[in-house]
């Protein structure tokens, strides 16, 4: 089975903070993404990695930066937390060929307050 | 602009009930449609995909149909357990294109069942 694993399930941090949320995936995939997740509004992508060092803004990429040294590693970087950044992430991936399908298998998500 | 739009936000059914979820969508070109299950604080998986050939596909007691000409899709869940609590997020890709900006996702629909 594909794995996900996403370091922190619950994150509590103050206004300015530099915040590191990290994600790594067993299964060898090329391509990597991280979303958040508020009531009513559905997933949005943040940022899109489709090799190592390679990186594709998402849908609201402002306040956020990502790293992708490893292939199976892709980190999420706030650089100065604020409170509307408070959300669930979610940290997905998917191999090259099944992107176009639309299939993405999910961590189970780091929930972070900003205070 | 492309959209994915999901009613109702949220449902609750008696369990052994019946119910059935909607997704309505305006992306064009269209590739295939996938319907997710999200368990409360865990990561989306997906139950189904299905192409612009396909009217019905069944997953157990998760049928899912798709009307392209009206661009409309069904979830449709048959004798409901309580294990099927969760939200239901509908996802649809654009062709020819493999950026992750064309994996669309609804808001999701809140189903919860009550014993």
């Known amino acids: 089975d594909v794995k996900v694993t996403q370091s922190s399930r619950y994150l509590v941090k103050r206004t300015g903070e530099k915040v590191f949320l990290e994600c790594v995936q067993d299964?060898?995939?090329?391509?990597m993404f991280w979303y958040r997740q508020d009531p009513g509004l559905g997933l949005r992508l943040i940022y899109f990695s489709y090799d190592v060092k390679m990186k594709e803004k998402g849908d609201i990429p402002e306040g956020y930066s990502v790293s992708r040294e490893k292939k199976e590693r892709f980190s999420l970087i706030l650089e100065s937390a604020s409170t509307n950044q408070t959300s669930m992430y979610l940290c997905a991936s998917s191999p090259l060929g099944l992107l176009a399908t639309g299939e993405l298998f999910f961590g189970e998500g780091s929930r972070l307050t900003v205070l | 602009k492309n959209q994915v739009e999901q009613s109702p936000q949220s449902l609750i059914i008696l369990e052994g009930k019946n119910c059935t979820l909607q997704?309505?969508?305006?992306?064009?070109?269209?590739?295939?449609l996938r319907w997710y299950k999200q368990d409360t604080g865990r990561g989306p998986v997906s139950l189904t995909i299905m192409t612009f050939s396909e009217n019905t596909k069944s997953n157990g007691r998760y049928t899912a149909t798709l009307d392209a000409d009206t661009k409309q899709s069904s979830l449709h869940i048959t004798a409901s357990q309580l294990s099927d609590s969760a939200s239901y997020i509908c996802?649809?890709?654009?062709?020819?294109?493999?950026?992750?900006?064309?994996?669309?996702f609804g808001s999701g629909t809140r189903l919860s069942i009550r014993p």
């Open positions: 997704c309505n969508y305006t992306v064009s070109p269209f590739s295939n």
């Open positions: 299964m060898d995939h090329e391509n």
């Open positions: 996802v649809v890709s654009a062709p020819g294109y493999s950026s992750a900006s064309k994996i669309i």
